[in-house]
């Protein structure tokens, strides 16, 4: 049971089909669980395909590292949304209607995490992805709401350049906006990198989804 916040005249439901398999849904159960609207203290999460939850995959196929976060919090007082899709890029998540549930049911409390760019160097650009993160951040901390940027990983060929990157995917963007705004920005990509090159790009290759029909995947992790 996923406990939703809901109101006579609004309810947001989002579904997408799993990574190459077609699933339908049959029916949606509702059951109130109280009279006050109000959810547990959440984790709210934007992403894409690195970061979203992934349903009935085989261990070395891709996942996010958003379905794994449950494992590292206090399930007693947290509940996370992962709100994250594969494909989306920033101004797509708020034009999807994926940010409406946060900025509509978020609440002091509740953090916001911001993990998304890769897409926008396909189709957007960095003005559009500054303007919208930095929308975004205001309209959550308004609700009270706590703000995590990330900057996100590299792919594993990364690790072969010389000399290696200092960061990707609009990178400098969070970092203005983080210094603007007064949020926290998180350097997930120097953790990446620091691992990778202490594991070492061949041994690395245990840690990424091998893809449909064979091959190594350059992006997405597996399920280790």
């Not at 997408?16 to 109280?34: H, L, M, P, R, W």
């Not at 906006?177 to 594991?199: I, P, R, S, T, Y």
Request: net charge negative; charged share 20%.
């Amino acid at each position: 049971m996923v406990p939703t916040p809901y109101s006579p005249s609004l309810a947001f439901l989002l579904a997408s089909a799993a990574k190459s398999t077609k699933y339908s849904i049959s029916a949606v159960e509702i059951t109130q669980v109280n009279t006050t609207g109000q959810t547990d203290p959440t984790i709210w999460i934007c992403g894409d395909s690195t970061v979203c939850n992934y349903y009935n995959s085989s261990d070395s196929s891709q996942h996010g590292w958003g379905q794994f976060l449950e494992d590292y919090i206090d399930e007693d007082y947290w509940q996370v949304r992962n709100m994250a899709a594969s494909g989306q890029y920033a101004k797509g998540f708020v034009d999807a209607g994926q940010f409406k549930a946060i900025e509509y049911y978020g609440k002091k409390g509740d953090v916001y995490i911001i993990s998304i760019g890769i897409n926008d160097t396909n189709y957007s650009d960095k003005d559009e992805y500054y303007k919208t993160v930095t929308d975004m951040v205001k309209k959550s901390k308004a609700k009270g709401v706590e703000v995590i940027l990330v900057k996100q990983q590299g792919r594993r060929s990364d690790l072969q350049k010389n000399p290696l990157l200092n960061s990707r995917w609009f990178a400098g963007q969070l970092d203005q906006v983080g210094k603007e705004q007064n949020v926290e920005v998180m350097n997930l990509f120097k953790a990446w990198q620091d691992f990778g090159v202490g594991v070492g790009y061949a041994k690395m290759a245990d840690y990424y989804a091998i893809k449909n029909g064979g091959g190594n995947d350059d992006l997405h992790q597996s399920m280790k």
